[in-house]
């Protein structure tokens, strides 16, 4: 799959598993604005999951 740009990272590759997901993230903070930013592989699995349960709610209701 191609490369996703989310801020501060990005997602060169993944595979959607059963029960879980493969993939290879690129930590790309730079700058002043890089101090709020997600800057570890559990801060950005932990973004990742609230997104995807937020549009998931989202989707069932």
Do not use: C, L
């Not at 740009?5 to 993944?14: G, K, L, S």
């Not at 790309?28 to 930013?37: E, M, N, P, W």
Request: charged fraction near 15%; aromatic fraction near 4%.
């Amino acid at each position: 799959m191609p490369a996703t740009q989310v801020r501060h990272a990005t997602m060169h590759e993944f595979v959607i598993m059963p029960n879980h997901i493969h993939g290879i993230i690129a930590i790309t903070t730079v700058g002043a604005d890089s101090i709020s930013a997600p800057s570890s592989i559990p801060e950005i699995m932990q973004s990742f999951k609230r997104h995807t349960t937020i549009e998931y709610i989202k989707m069932v209701k």
